[in-house]
C-alpha cells in the first residue's frame, strides 16, 4: 500500500509539491508501469498532476452549459456512470433546483460529470438534461462535462486491497478518478463545494441551512463538514481545498474505496473528528447500485426533507462553572453539528451562560437536554434567563441585569415571540440550575432564532 503516513510528512510543508515532483510521481509510474504494456501513456497521465496547490491538466469537454462568469457561493458536484438497473441522475438535478428558492438559485451552480466512456451513453444523458434543465443550462447554473480516457490511469490488473474482486477494484478505483477529476474542474468555480452522488434527494432550502452552519462555526477550523451521513454524499469542503483533495485522490486511487480516502484526507489536514450536521440534508433514494445493479437499499434515518426550523445561533462565547466531562465542553451544545455539553452533577447557583458577540433580538429560544441513551441526565430542576447592560468581568464579559423567561419543563426549555416580552436588545443568555442534583447533565442543543 502506498504508505499514508509519507503524504501526511509533506502536505503541510511548502515543498511538498517538489518532493512529490521528484519522487513520488516517479514511485507512481514505476509501480503502476508494471501493469501496463505501454508506459508511456501513463507518463503522459501523471507528468502534469505533480503540482499539488495547482490544477490537474485535463481538457475537459463541455457537454452542455459553459464556464461561469460569476463566482458563486456553491458548487454541487455530481459524477455519473451507466448503471446496470435505475437511473436517477434527473431526480437528482430536479431535487437540488426545485428545493431551492430563487434567492438561492442565484447562489449554487451545479457541475455533472458524466464519467461513463460509452459516448451513446452520454449523448442519450445529455439530450435529457438539456431537454428538461434547459432554463438552468441558460442561466448558466448547470453545466455538464466530460473527461476524456486519455487522462484516466491504468485501470487494469490493479493492487487487489482487501481481497476485492478484481471488477470490484477498478469500478472503485475509476470511481475515486471519476471524483477526483470533477473537483479539479470545480475548483474556482466558487467558496464552497459540496459533493452529492447521482441518486440523492435534497432537503427544502438546503443552501440555507448550509450557509447557517458555516456562519455558526466562523472562526473555527474544519477541512470537512458532513450533511449527510452516508457514502460520498452531502460532504462540505472550502473550494481552496480542492486542488490538493483532487491530486490526493489520483495518487491514491487503486488503494482504497472514496469515502475511506475522504477521511484520511481530513485528517491529513488536521482536522480530527467528524463535524456532522443534523438533522441531514441530502438521502439517498437509489435502490439499485452502480456497480452492478446490485440492491443498496441505505437511507439516512437522520434525514429532513422540509426544514421549517432552522435556528440561526449568531456568534457568541460560552461558559460554564460546572464541571465538565473529559472535552464534552460547553461550546458543543451551542453547535449545529452532532455533539452535546455534558457536565458532573450540577449544584444550585451552576450556570451556563452565552454572551453574544452583538446583541441581538431573539424570537425564539428552544434548549434540549439528555439524550436517548441517558435520558435522565436532563436538567430537573433550572430556569433560563436572558440579559442585557453587558460589563467587563475579569478576563470576560457579563451581563449586570437578567430576566427571568420562564422554567425547564421534563428537561426542555421552549419559548416564542421572546421579542415582545423584553424591552432590550439581549447580550447575554443564561442557563440557572435552581436546585443540585445527583445525576449529571447534558445539554443537547441550544437553538435560537433572531429577527
Not at 435505475?86 to 434567492?103: H, M, R, V
Not at 434547459?134 to 490511469?153: D, F
Not at 452516508?230 to 480542492?242: T, V
Amino acid at each position: 500500500m502506498v504508505n499514508l503516513k509519507v503524504y501526511q510528512h509533506f502536505l503541510h510543508r511548502t515543498d511538498y509539491e517538489n518532493f512529490f515532483l521528484k519522487e513520488g510521481d516517479k514511485q507512481l509510474i514505476r509501480e503502476s508501469s508494471t501493469h501496463q504494456p505501454n508506459p508511456e501513456r501513463y507518463v503522459h497521465t501523471f507528468k502534469d498532476l505533480s503540482n499539488f496547490s495547482g490544477a490537474i491538466n485535463v481538457t475537459y469537454r463541455y457537454l452542455a452549459g459553459m464556464p461561469l462568469q460569476r463566482k458563486r457561493f456553491l458548487t454541487i458536484g455530481l459524477s455519473s456512470v451507466k448503471r446496470k438497473k435505475g437511473n436517477y441522475l434527473l431526480e437528482t438535478i430536479k431535487s437540488i433546483f426545485e428545493q431551492s428558492s430563487y434567492e438561492e438559485l442565484k447562489e449554487i451552480s451545479v457541475v455533472v460529470h458524466l464519467a461513463d466512456f460509452n459516448s451513446s451513453w452520454r449523448e442519450v444523458m445529455v439530450q435529457d438534461i438539456t431537454q428538461k434543465f434547459a432554463h438552468h443550462i441558460i442561466a448558466g447554473r448547470l453545466m455538464v462535462i466530460h473527461a476524456p480516457e486519455e487522462y484516466y490511469p491504468i485501470l487494469n490488473g490493479l493492487k487487489r486491497n482487501y481481497n476485492d474482486p478484481e471488477d470490484r477494484v477498478r469500478f472503485r478505483s475509476k470511481q475515486n478518478v471519476d471524483y477526483a477529476f470533477l473537483i479539479n474542474f470545480c475548483a474556482n468555480i466558487s467558496d464552497y463545494y459540496v459533493m452529492l452522488e447521482d441518486d440523492v434527494r435534497c432537503s427544502k432550502n438546503f443552501l440555507t441551512a448550509i450557509k447557517k452552519v458555516i456562519t455558526s462555526l466562523e472562526g473555527t477550523y474544519w477541512v470537512t463538514l458532513e450533511f449527510s451521513k452516508l457514502g460520498y454524499i452531502g460532504k462540505l469542503y472550502h473550494s481552496h481545498d480542492l486542488p490538493r483533495l483532487a491530486h490526493f485522490l489520483l495518487m491514491f486511487y487503486q488503494e482504497m474505496p472514496c469515502d475511506w480516502l475522504l477521511s484520511h484526507f481530513r485528517g491529513l489536514l488536521a482536522q480530527k473528528n467528524v463535524i456532522r450536521f443534523k438533522p441531514s440534508l441530502f438521502q439517498h433514494m437509489g435502490y439499485y447500485s452502480s456497480y452492478k445493479g446490485t440492491e443498496n437499499k441505505l437511507k439516512d434515518d437522520d434525514f429532513e426533507e422540509e426544514l421549517f426550523d432552522i435556528p440561526d445561533n449568531p456568534p457568541a462565547s460560552l461558559y460554564t462553572n460546572m464541571s465538565v466531562f473529559e472535552n464534552y465542553d460547553a461550546s458543543k451544545a451551542y453547535s449545529s453539528v452532532d455533539e452535546y455539553f455534558w457536565g458532573k452533577s450540577p449544584s444550585t447557583g451552576d450556570v451556563f451562560v452565552i454572551i453574544f458577540e452583538n446583541p441581538i433580538i431573539i424570537k425564539k429560544i428552544k434548549v434540549n437536554t439528555g439524550t436517548e441513551d441517558r435520558q435522565n441526565d436532563i436538567l430537573h430542576h433550572g430556569a433560563l434567563d436572558v440579559g442585557g447592560n453587558i460589563i467587563p468581568f475579569k478576563q470576560n464579559r457579563q451581563c449586570s441585569t437578567y430576566i427571568r423567561l420562564g422554567e425547564f419543563k421534563n428537561g426542555n426549555f421552549e419559548i416564542s415571540d421572546v421579542n415582545q416580552k423584553i424591552p432590550f436588545d439581549v447580550h447575554c443568555m443564561r442557563i440557572h440550575v435552581t436546585k443540585t442534583q445527583k445525576e449529571w447533565l447534558i445539554i443537547r442543543s441550544i437553538s435560537i432564532w433572531t429577527s
